[in-house]
């Protein structure tokens, strides 16, 4: 079975806005590939004005899937907190795959060895950098316009983003298995030329100073 592979598009947050966006992302892919009849729960964000995303609805026989589901996405964002790399003096940056995957047994030696493996179909890439620079905190209008363009800069993206998972889920899916599977969540780094032109920029060595 081929792996299909997705590719968001790149993510630019302040720190506060990570986990929900994250959040909202991995929660849109979990629910639109979950295996069997699910009902909806729309989650509004805190953090992102008139923007939802769906949850799988809690119900007596799905609360210890719910809660298994949960514990995985809030370790996987821990985790991607953790590991995000330095790429300029304000600016961090790191990835998730989410891959979705399922166990096949397999018979060698006549039979008498049985072997377990783990066949991915699927797996969705998203790249975020973190923009660390402080917000103006100050009630002047210059400050107050900033702070609206970032709010409004970080909101498009994240919406691009979740207008991409739905079309990507919509357009096939003869790949996904009929069977039951599972997925998992880890974090990420691929080096670009971006990253290589901010450690460019953070390395070199101070200029000098011709002015005296």
């Known amino acids: 079975m081929n792996c299909k592979e997705h590719y968001l598009p790149e993510l630019e947050l302040a720190t506060g806005q990570v986990r929900e966006a994250l959040q909202a992302i991995l929660y849109t892919i979990l629910f639109i590939r979950s295996p069997g009849p699910v009902s909806p729960r729309d989650v509004e964000c805190e953090g992102f004005d008139f923007l939802t995303y769906p949850r799988i609805a809690t119900s007596s026989s799905l609360s210890t899937l719910n809660y298994d589901v949960d514990k995985r996405v809030d370790q996987s964002i821990q985790n991607f907190l953790m590991k995000l790399s ?60 900033e702070r609206q363009r970032i709010q409004d800069t970080a ?43 901010y450690s460019r920029v953070t390395n070199m060595p101070n200029l000098i100073n011709l002015s005296n």
């Open 86 to 145: 330095q790429i300029g003096p304000e600016l961090l940056s790191g990835g998730l795959t989410l891959s979705f995957f399922e166990r096949r047994k397999t018979q060698q030696l006549f039979g008498l060895v049985s072997n377990e493996e783990r066949v991915v179909w699927e797996q969705w890439h998203l790249r975020v950098v973190v923009n660390n620079t402080p917000r103006p905190v100050s009630d002047d209008s210059a400050a107050v316009i």
């Open 155 to 197: 909101e498009g993206m994240l919406r691009s983003v979740l207008v991409k998972v739905y079309e990507i889920a919509g357009v096939s899916i003869d790949h996904v298995p009929p069977v039951m599977y599972e997925f998992e969540i880890n974090c990420s780094k691929k080096v670009d030329d971006r990253e290589n032109v």
